[in-house]
């Protein structure tokens, strides 16, 4: 049992570790600033609307909060790996007892903590912009916000996941583009699948197919975020079975992740 | 554990390069052993496998033949590593951190209780004399200060066996001094040492025995007192040189 919390301590020395050195780089504040001055912008882009301005704040700063968390996720994943061995930092990590599946792990849960506090310090300015700009409350802007920007962050797992594991194989410029192309393309998967199926043509189709079951679908999850960000009530049960697909992904990538670094040599 | 702590049989490493598949053989059937509290010195130019005999002896690479253990334990393996302290060549650490997180952090990878671990860290610090910079983010370190460092965290775990690559890189001369007494200190509380350097007065002050790998092959071990006294060699530059095959130039002289 002590055996057991002893190797989960050392994922949480990692994720610990992972997370200060994360917040402590003045980059990362910058993105911050960057999301404030889009949400500022939204803010007189909807004066300049006919009564559609908390409807352009919402939309337009859900998707720079989405948008920024997901550089941050892409550009800090995809290094993650590859910026311990360039520092050779990975040297003194993998000659103490620590396994692949650990340091994967600890990485991958100290990113997406700091990832995780962007997103809520995000999201609770961007519900105290909505207070100051429509008569509701602080507290009930903060309850019509928490949904939505929950699915953004399980959506940024998701991409932080992506990341990590294309950084354990792939080269610097690559890892980025497929993370990339592997975050678009599970936005529109269901289109792609439609378009194989309009073409009539069966290899098309099982090739779409394919795309779609082997590569994430996030199209549902950016549905139900909509509808939860106007008020409808969201279908728990979706929303239940997109969080366990999410996360039987993940699990799915870093134990991929862990296997390649587990078997690779640093010279 | 008594007798063999540290042997390679037949240790050989060939890398493939990616463009053309031509493979080069970096290490060539080297055997080196080392026995328990001895202080080996592995001794070498530049490129001749040092730190690729290290890294195999770590884990960090797999042999392409032949075989290598650690403590009797094949090298990499976790019970190994738990016992071994390990310094690379010009450390580099979390520039974010500090020095007193960072040792703390390696504590905690080999899974040493916090209180013990507070307590290693400041007799650490205090031993490579860097308590008043402890709390200062290591991007402000000089080099000579991450090596100080690094040689704090490579004892953290109170090693059984160290392996060191060139310890003395980036050190003053008092850091060098430091360096010894606490290789002075090491041999005498029974730590094996295993160590690479360039530094030929170091390596005769603190080793038993040497090791010469050239071009990689391991092409001489001897214990230095066999050097020194009964040799025809004047010390152990010359012994180094002769191994290799070069001639001592500091014969000859350039035309006047």
Same mark, same amino acid.
């Given at each position: 049992m002590s055996q057991c919390l002893n190797e989960f301590q050392k994922i949480f020395a990692i994720a610990l570790n992972t997370y200060r050195e994360i917040i402590r780089d003045r980059i990362f504040y910058s993105f911050f600033v960057f999301v404030i001055f889009i949400i500022l912008l939204a803010v007189v882009l909807g004066n300049l609307s006919v009564g559609q301005d908390e409807r352009i704040l919402r939309d337009v700063g859900l998707a720079?909060? %989405? #948008?920024?968390?997901?550089?941050?996720?892409?550009? &800090?994943?995809?290094?993650?790996?590859?910026?311990? !061995?360039?520092?050779?930092?990975?040297?003194?990590?993998?000659?103490?007892?620590?396994?692949?599946?650990?340091?994967?792990?600890?990485?991958?849960?100290?990113?997406?903590?700091?990832?995780?506090?962007?997103?809520?310090?995000? %999201? #609770?300015?961007?519900?105290?912009?909505?207070?100051? &700009?429509?008569?509701?409350?602080?507290?009930?802007? !903060?309850?019509?916000?928490?949904?939505?920007?929950?699915?953004v962050q399980l959506e940024l797992l998701l991409v932080i996941a992506i990341a990590i594991f294309f950084s354990t194989f792939a080269t610097p410029v690559m890892r980025v583009l497929f993370t990339l192309g592997m975050w678009l393309i599970a936005h529109l998967g269901g289109s792609l699948r439609e378009f194989g199926r309009l073409s009539n043509n069966h290899p098309l189709q099982t090739l779409t197919n394919a795309i779609y079951w082997t590569l994430p679908d996030l199209a549902n999850l950016t549905r139900a975020r909509n509808l939860l960000m106007y008020g409808n009530q969201g279908n728990h049960e979706v929303i239940t079975l997109i969080t366990c697909y999410i996360i039987s992904y993940v699990l799915i990538l870093l134990i991929m992740a862990s296997i390649i670094t587990e078997h690779r040599e640093f010279s | 554990m008594t007798g063999c702590l540290i042997e390679t049989k037949g240790l050989t490493k060939e890398v493939v390069s990616q463009f053309l598949r031509k493979r080069t053989c970096i290490l060539d059937g080297v055997d080196i052993t080392v026995e328990q509290g001895q202080t080996f010195g592995l001794l070498g130019l530049n490129g001749a496998g040092k730190t690729t005999t290290i890294k195999l002896l770590l884990g960090l690479l797999k042999p392409t033949a032949g075989t290598a253990t650690v403590l009797g334990r094949t090298a990499g393996s976790r019970d190994a590593l738990q016992k071994i302290g390990f310094l690379p060549e010009n450390p580099y650490f979390y520039s974010q951190l500090t020095a007193r997180e960072c040792l703390l952090f390696m504590a905690s990878l080999f899974g040493v209780p916090k209180e013990i671990a507070r307590e290693r860290t400041e007799k650490l610090l205090s031993l490579v004399k860097m308590s008043t910079n402890a709390n200062?983010?290591?991007?402000?370190?000089?080099?000579?200060?991450?090596?100080?460092?690094?040689?704090?965290?490579?004892?953290?775990?109170?090693?059984?066996?160290?392996?060191?690559?060139?310890?003395?890189?980036?050190?003053?001369?008092?850091?060098?001094?430091?360096?010894?007494?606490?290789?002075?200190?090491?041999?005498?509380?029974?730590?094996?040492?295993?160590?690479?350097s360039h530094l030929l007065p170091d390596v005769s002050e603190i080793c038993d025995t040497i090791g010469i790998l050239h071009k990689g092959k391991l092409i001489a071990q001897e214990k230095i007192a066999t050097i020194s006294t009964q040799g025809h060699y004047k010390d152990l530059e010359t012994y180094f040189l002769q191994s290799i095959g070069e001639t001592d130039d500091s014969t000859q002289r350039l035309p006047q």
């Amino acid at each position: 049992m002590s055996q057991c919390l002893n190797e989960f301590q050392k994922i949480f020395a990692i994720a610990l570790n992972t997370y200060r050195e994360i917040i402590r780089d003045r980059i990362f504040y910058s993105f911050f600033v960057f999301v404030i001055f889009i949400i500022l912008l939204a803010v007189v882009l909807g004066n300049l609307s006919v009564g559609q301005d908390e409807r352009i704040l919402r939309d337009v700063g859900l998707a720079a909060i %989405g #948008l920024i968390g997901g550089i941050i996720a892409i550009f &800090a994943g995809c290094n993650l790996v590859s910026k311990e !061995i360039d520092k050779k930092t990975i040297f003194v990590i993998f000659t103490k007892p620590v396994t692949g599946w650990q340091f994967i792990a600890g990485k991958y849960l100290g990113l997406s903590a700091a990832v995780l506090l962007m997103v809520t310090l995000m %999201g #609770l300015f961007m519900s105290g912009v909505l207070s100051a &700009a429509s008569p509701h409350s602080f507290g009930s802007q !903060i309850n019509s916000l928490l949904l939505p920007v929950v699915l953004v962050q399980l959506e940024l797992l998701l991409v932080i996941a992506i990341a990590i594991f294309f950084s354990t194989f792939a080269t610097p410029v690559m890892r980025v583009l497929f993370t990339l192309g592997m975050w678009l393309i599970a936005h529109l998967g269901g289109s792609l699948r439609e378009f194989g199926r309009l073409s009539n043509n069966h290899p098309l189709q099982t090739l779409t197919n394919a795309i779609y079951w082997t590569l994430p679908d996030l199209a549902n999850l950016t549905r139900a975020r909509n509808l939860l960000m106007y008020g409808n009530q969201g279908n728990h049960e979706v929303i239940t079975l997109i969080t366990c697909y999410i996360i039987s992904y993940v699990l799915i990538l870093l134990i991929m992740a862990s296997i390649i670094t587990e078997h690779r040599e640093f010279s | 554990m008594t007798g063999c702590l540290i042997e390679t049989k037949g240790l050989t490493k060939e890398v493939v390069s990616q463009f053309l598949r031509k493979r080069t053989c970096i290490l060539d059937g080297v055997d080196i052993t080392v026995e328990q509290g001895q202080t080996f010195g592995l001794l070498g130019l530049n490129g001749a496998g040092k730190t690729t005999t290290i890294k195999l002896l770590l884990g960090l690479l797999k042999p392409t033949a032949g075989t290598a253990t650690v403590l009797g334990r094949t090298a990499g393996s976790r019970d190994a590593l738990q016992k071994i302290g390990f310094l690379p060549e010009n450390p580099y650490f979390y520039s974010q951190l500090t020095a007193r997180e960072c040792l703390l952090f390696m504590a905690s990878l080999f899974g040493v209780p916090k209180e013990i671990a507070r307590e290693r860290t400041e007799k650490l610090l205090s031993l490579v004399k860097m308590s008043t910079n402890a709390n200062l983010p290591m991007n402000k370190y000089s080099k000579g200060m991450l090596q100080r460092i690094g040689i704090a965290q490579s004892l953290i775990n109170e090693p059984q066996v160290i392996f060191w690559d060139e310890p003395m890189s980036g050190l003053d001369i008092i850091g060098r001094r430091d360096v010894r007494h606490i290789l002075h200190n090491l041999k005498e509380e029974g730590c094996t040492i295993f160590f690479n350097s360039h530094l030929l007065p170091d390596v005769s002050e603190i080793c038993d025995t040497i090791g010469i790998l050239h071009k990689g092959k391991l092409i001489a071990q001897e214990k230095i007192a066999t050097i020194s006294t009964q040799g025809h060699y004047k010390d152990l530059e010359t012994y180094f040189l002769q191994s290799i095959g070069e001639t001592d130039d500091s014969t000859q002289r350039l035309p006047q």
